[in-house]
């Protein structure tokens, strides 16, 4: 038996097993494809995901350093610069991050949960805890009862490598229109240097779309190519049950994504690493490994809070496709929330309770 069975080699489950090993955890990561695999990601990692990689002694590679922001939301456009954001390949990423975890790794589809032990389609995985780092449509979750993503609680990102180059500038337009789906969406173009650049779009959850014209066209606006396009769900910011007992949640597979800017990989990063440091608790400090989720959630209190107001702000706003009226009232101080948030400068605690920030 394994100390810590992690579900899922993402951000989240890759953390988590860096944390592991170097607490002394026999770790087993179990995940349907071995990095690099590629993933629907912006790849940004905004100040405080970087700095708190290094914090973590998290070695990574990027590939472009958005120093210039363009941000749009309704028909409002503005232009920041401050630290910038580093932008990643989730291939790349996600395999750097397992590689010095130096854990144990099983190639296999996990198909449920049962206590401490996971279910594949070739084996039975036992750890005393197990933490589920599956994403958005997590099999651990469902094993904990949680619904199947739909159109409340997801949404879904479309994503492609384009051919081209944007300098060291990033956009991001919050009130996407496409006329597909004659609706809203956010849509991103991130610099990847020399490699072109990673571009995409959300939309709401729904019948399965071709947004293969919108998001080319998006790439063309900005100069670009597009090239392949990738799907999958996103998180809207709705939190799902932490986990129960010895079984944790980390990441996207909780619903650890900001709902009003989409950032997800500092959080994964974060809860994975808490994952881990509460999984150590209970089996070398209490030596109860059922009180994994209760340690995990105290530990996680604040990380929820800032999804739960996240949300908040997101519904004043209106989530993928910004409230107009709203947006111009509030105007470049929306900008001026975006970088002090990316940046770790501020919190939506404070945010909130100060509303000056919003004026």
């Given amino acids: 038996m394994y100390d810590l069975v992690i579900v899922g080699a993402g951000p989240a489950g890759a953390t988590a097993a860096v944390v592991a090993t170097r607490l002394g955890l026999r770790t087993l990561v179990v995940d349907r494809f071995k990095p690099p695999r590629e993933k629907p990601c912006g790849g940004g990692l905004t100040p405080r995901t970087w700095k708190m990689l290094e914090r973590l002694g998290i070695e990574y590679h990027w590939y472009g350093e958005c120093r210039e922001v363009r941000v749009k939301v309704a028909d409002i456009r503005y232009t920041h610069r ?32 049962e206590g401490g032990r996971a279910v594949g389609e070739k084996g039975v995985y036992e750890g005393a805890v197990v933490v589920g780092a599956d994403g958005a449509n997590s099999v651990v979750a469902r094993s904990l009862g949680e619904p199947p993503p739909s159109s409340k609680t997801h949404a879904i990102a479309f994503m492609s490598i384009a051919d081209g180059s944007l300098g060291d500038l990033c956009v991001i337009d919050f009130d996407f229109a496409h006329e ?118 105290q530990l996680a209190r604040p990380y929820v809070e ?24 509030v105007g470049p101080s929306l900008v001026r929330l975006y970088k002090m948030l990316t940046s770790g400068e501020a919190t939506y605690g404070p945010l909130l309770i100060k509303p000056k920030i919003l004026r």
């Fill in 82 to 113: 401050g630290e910038p954001i580093r932008v990643t390949r989730r291939p790349e990423f996600d395999k750097a991050l397992l590689e010095q975890s130096h854990a144990e790794f099983v190639v296999d589809k996990i198909v449920k949960v």
């Fill in 306 to 329: 800032e999804i739960r107001k996240s949300r908040l702000i997101s519904r004043l706003l209106g989530a993928f496709g910004y409230n107009k009226r709203v947006a111009r009232l």
């Fill in 180 to 297: 597909e789906t004659g609706g809203v969406g956010y849509a991103w173009a991130f610099t990847l240097g020399d490699r072109g650049a990673d571009v995409g779009i959300g939309v709401g959850w729904g019948p399965w779309m071709d947004l293969r014209r919108p998001l080319a066209k998006w790439a063309e606006s900005l100069g670009l190519k597009a090239g392949e396009v990738m799907g999958h769900p996103l998180s809207l910011g709705s939190l799902r049950r932490l986990g129960r007992g010895n079984v944790i949640l980390a990441g996207e597979a909780a619903g650890f994504v900001d709902a009003s800017t989409g950032e997800g990989i500092y959080y994964a990063v974060a809860t994975g690493a808490l994952a881990a440091q509460a999984a150590y608790v209970a089996l070398k400090v209490r030596n109860n490994p059922g009180e994994a989720e209760a340690v995990y959630r």
